[in-house]
């Protein structure tokens, strides 16, 4: 499959040298890119913030901000970081190469540069742009529809927010590899998201429900991961969404999965899942402060539900927190 190629492609080439930028804008306006010249590093930088840009190519030495120092705050922010950035220096040492590839460059070209050489790294970076844009489109769909399911309940107002948040900071404390963080900041959003299957009558019923309503709610986990299942980027996010509602003594759902053999990323969601339940307003009862919600989930441990460490480990975590953002 190949990307459509459009000719609005924005590029924005920086270089203080003003035949440089004259040639590369000419060059590439004749492919029908649109084109946004800057001068120096931070008219580039500027430029990001107030344009639609594709794909940056930025000379390393510049006045203001070297190609080096826009790259990484490029790259730093999230708005941004998936922008193509080629560095076209006229350097050849190796460290310049490494500097460039601790900044987040995607590519990068010598001077003087080669005309067909640019145009294919130009051509194949929009190409994986254009791929790439397609994936976040798909991902922000999704988080999306798990937030407007989140928002038919009042009582759950910024819940996913949090449990991101609590949760991305639970597995820092514990030491877990980026791809677990990223994963858990997807699954706090989209955890929920098979609730979409379950009629509102029964999903926003205040008061106990009939066994017949239990087994609808309870195949949200499935029917969340099915969802969730053709977004590639998302399969570990996956295990997360199927287990959060399985307990340590095998008596949750969907498997019915005990101790260790419910994945970690999806203990953690739990733990604090849990607690921002306990720690929110519900129909009926008022919330519970840290001290109560936490003896509460040590009375559930004793019962065999939660996992004690994880729940020891994020208690950490709470407290270490100034009161005023515990929520
Ligand atoms: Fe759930």
Not at 64 to 87: I, Q
Not at 97 to 114: M, Q, T, W
Not at 177 to 200: F, N, Q, S, W
């Amino acid at each position: 499959m190949t990307a459509p190629e459009s000719p609005q492609k924005s590029i924005l080439v920086a270089d203080d040298d003003a035949a440089v930028r004259e040639l590369l804008t000419l060059l590439l306006e004749d492919r029908g890119y649109s084109v946004l010249p800057c001068e120096n590093g931070a008219e580039a930088l500027q430029r990001f913030e107030t344009e639609q840009i594709d794909l940056a190519l930025l000379d390393v030495m510049m006045p203001n901000l070297t190609g080096f120092e826009v790259c990484e705050s490029v790259k730093s922010d999230p708005a941004t970081r998936l922008v193509p950035v080629v560095l076209i220096t006229g350097l050849s040492q190796a460290e310049d190469r490494i500097r460039g590839i601790e900044c987040g460059a995607d590519d990068f070209l010598s001077k003087p540069v080669n005309k067909e050489e640019l145009l294919a790294r130009v051509k194949s970076l929009l190409r994986l742009k254009h791929f790439t844009d397609e994936l976040e489109h798909a991902e922000s769909v999704l988080c999306s529809l798990a937030l407007s399911i989140e928002a038919k309940d009042p009582y759950t107002e910024g819940h996913c927010e949090r449990l991101s948040k609590y949760s991305v900071a639970l597995a820092g404390r514990l030491g877990l590899p980026e791809e677990d963080r990223v994963a858990l900041r997807r699954g706090g959003i989209v955890h929920d998201i098979g609730k979409v299957a379950v009629p509102e009558h029964i999903l926003l019923k205040p008061g106990p429900l009939t066994a017949e309503e239990r087994g609808v709610i309870e195949q949200h986990p499935a029917v969340g991961e099915r969802v969730c299942s053709p977004l590639k980027s998302f399969r570990h996010v996956l295990p997360i969404i199927r287990h959060h509602h399985e307990r340590q003594d095998g008596s949750g759902y969907p498997d019915g999965l005990q101790g260790r053999s419910i994945p970690l990323t999806a203990r953690i969601l739990q733990t604090v899942d849990v607690y921002d339940a306990l720690t929110t307003d519900r129909p009926y009862r008022k919330a519970l402060r840290t001290d109560g919600a936490f003896e509460v989930m040590r009375n559930e441990i004793r019962r065999g539900w939660w996992d004690r460490e994880l729940v020891d480990e994020f208690e950490a975590v709470v407290r270490e927190m100034p009161q005023e953002v515990r929520k």
